[in-house]
């Protein structure tokens, strides 16, 4: 069984720094693609960044390019989003999702991941 788990997530103050850490474990035999999202009361999860299994390709969502950053730890099932210059509306529960696939097709989406953490509470306060 495969479990995720995000861990990082806290208190920070707008313009501040915060990085988050994301294992999936369980799993033998590669790494694969892993993604970020995030979610507001009352709104869809909406993607925040991908990472391929071997860290050559990264996508980000517009509104977090030139501030978040995606890494792996080498060729391991682990990721890290490095946020800088966090804004009010970055506060959010962020979830770490993997797929079972080294690359994904559909990054932005949902959909293409299998496997999703509990999520990790941001709230970045003015």
């Known amino acids: 069984q495969v479990q995720v788990a995000e861990s990082g997530g806290g208190l920070v103050q707008t313009g501040g720094s915060l990085r988050l850490s994301c294992v999936a474990s369980?799993?033998?035999?590669?790494?694969?693609?892993m993604g970020w999202f995030r979610q507001t009361p009352g709104k869809a999860r909406e993607f925040v960044a991908h990472?391929?299994?071997?860290?050559?390709?990264?996508y980000y969502a517009d509104f977090v390019k030139g501030r978040f950053t995606i890494s792996r730890e080498g060729a391991k099932n682990t990721v890290y989003l490095q946020m800088n210059s966090l804004k009010t509306g970055g506060t959010a529960v962020y979830y770490c999702?993997?797929?079972?696939?080294?690359?994904?097709?559909?990054?932005?989406?949902?959909?293409?991941?299998?496997?999703w953490g509990q999520g990790t509470q941001v709230t970045v306060s003015s």
């Open positions: 990472i391929s299994w071997s860290g050559d390709k990264t």
């Open positions: 999702a993997s797929s079972v696939w080294g690359h994904v097709a559909n990054w932005h989406d949902e959909k293409g991941y299998d496997y």
């Open positions: 369980g799993r033998t035999g590669g790494t694969f693609a």
